[in-house]
């Protein structure tokens, strides 16, 4: 079954299995899926497991549901998807695959999710370099 990566509010990394059909995701404590955020709202999504693929649809709610960064109303899922919930983040993993709190945690950074885990301060000013801009047949 397709699984949701979390990371609770002390930082400990949750694993949900999504069950087949609808999964109700938010605040409120007669949801499937619950968020620990108040950003999130009470009744925020619904996550429905199909056969052929997964969707996420927002049901109304104040802040928004992104998928990798864009609003949606209703979006199809894939591996590794980001989702975010008002602020709460969370990665949409597709296989049937249990994760260590290590390798969940590299998951939840991985880039294009938001959560932020402090960096050492001896790697705060290391110099970075831009990427090179990227033209339509490749790099320049």
Do not use: C, K, W
């Not at 609770?8 to 949801?31: E, I, K, M």
């Not at 928004?64 to 975010?84: C, K, M, P």
């Not at 000013?125 to 990227?134: C, F, R, S, Y």
């Amino acid at each position: 079954m397709p699984t949701l990566l979390m990371m609770t509010a002390t930082g400990d990394t949750r694993q949900v299995q999504l069950a087949p059909q609808g999964n109700r995701v938010g605040r409120g404590p007669t949801n499937d899926v619950i968020v620990d955020s108040a950003q999130a709202s009470r009744d925020h999504a619904l996550i429905d497991v199909e056969q052929a693929f997964v969707t996420i649809t927002d049901l109304g709610s104040r802040n928004g549901t992104f998928v990798n960064d864009v609003q949606i109303e209703t979006q199809v899922l894939v591996d590794g998807d980001a989702i975010r919930l008002g602020t709460y983040e969370m990665r949409f993993v597709a296989t049937d695959q249990e994760f260590t709190h290590i390798e969940a945690l590299r998951m939840l950074t991985m880039h294009g999710l938001l959560v932020n885990i402090p960096r050492p301060a001896a790697h705060a000013d290391a110099p970075t370099a831009p990427e090179a801009p990227l033209s339509g047949r490749g790099r320049l």
